[in-house]
């Protein structure tokens, strides 16, 4: 059974360290035409956890779509993709990988641990909004998303 946007909000889990991305990633999501709950992880261990629904995170829902950062503390981001995968209750969960790496070898590791798409992060702000909202339209509006039943 397909995703129900208009029976409930899009659950977002951002795995993202830098400041300034998640304040402008907030913005853009905020302004957004679907409804959604937009859940932050700041290094690889609070994402673990925050699926994992340990700690402060027990009561937060999985989410539909994950948008994850490689360069993360505490746990690299594609540890953390590793681990999605692997997991029974979260491999079937989207994951965007959203970085500023271009590096080759990045990329091919990402889609062989089953990364759904690869983004380079721009550094320019406008080009950046301009990506966050082709991914949702895509991702939102396009794509169904599984359910978690």
Request: glycine share 4%; with cysteine; aromatic share 10%.
């Amino acid at each position: 059974m397909g995703f129900e946007r208009n029976k409930s909000p899009i659950e977002i889990l951002l795995i993202e360290d830098n400041p300034g991305d998640i304040r402008l990633t907030i913005e853009i999501f905020k302004e957004s035409k679907f409804d959604n709950i937009l859940n932050i992880a700041e290094d690889g261990i609070e994402a673990i956890n925050f699926l994992s629904k340990k700690g402060k995170f027990k009561d937060k829902h999985l989410p539909d779509i994950i948008i994850l950062d490689l360069n993360l503390p505490k746990k690299h981001g594609r540890e953390v993709l590793a681990e999605i995968k692997e997991d029974e209750l979260f491999k079937h969960i989207p994951v965007i990988i959203f970085t500023t790496s271009q590096a080759e070898t990045d990329i091919f590791k990402c889609y062989e641990l089953h990364a759904n798409c690869y983004i380079s992060k721009p550094l320019n702000m406008i080009k950046f909004v301009k990506i966050v909202k082709s991914v949702e339209n895509f991702w939102f509006s396009i794509v169904k998303l599984p359910s978690h039943n």
